[in-house]
């Protein structure tokens, strides 16, 4: 089973990103998938959960409106796009599946 994670950077306040998060070792369509994201000194924390069939989702309260995410089932990759981005977004974002994390990938934002 591995996840890998892409699509992180430096971006401004305001801007956008778009992570990836290619799937392979399992049979993805079946599965919830996630983004985490942990900030320097804070703990891991949930930021979007999408269900296996795809029509479900949810977000955690700070990223309601801005991020949004979604799932290529075809393709083995769930995504989430961040718009309107803010400094306090700053952190290393992981994609999970039950059983599994990514590698992380860094996004920073900052003027």
């Known amino acids: 089973v591995q996840l890998v994670e892409s699509g992180g950077g430096l971006v401004q306040p305001g801007g956008s990103l778009k992570l990836s998060c290619a799937a392979s070792?399992?049979?993805?369509?079946?599965?919830?998938m996630s983004w985490y994201r942990q900030a320097p000194g804070k703990e891991r924390e949930l930021v979007a959960r999408?269900?296996?069939?795809?029509?479900?989702?949810n977000y955690a309260d700070s990223v309601k409106g801005r991020f949004t995410i979604s799932r290529d089932n075809a393709k083995n990759t769930v995504y989430l796009q961040m718009n309107s981005l803010k400094p306090e977004d700053t952190a290393v974002y992981y994609c999970?599946?039950?059983?599994?994390w990514g590698q992380g990938t860094q996004v920073t934002v900052s003027s």
């Open positions: 999970y599946a039950p059983g599994c």
């Open positions: 999408i269900f296996s069939g795809g029509s479900s989702t």
């Open positions: 070792g399992f049979t993805f369509s079946s599965y919830d």
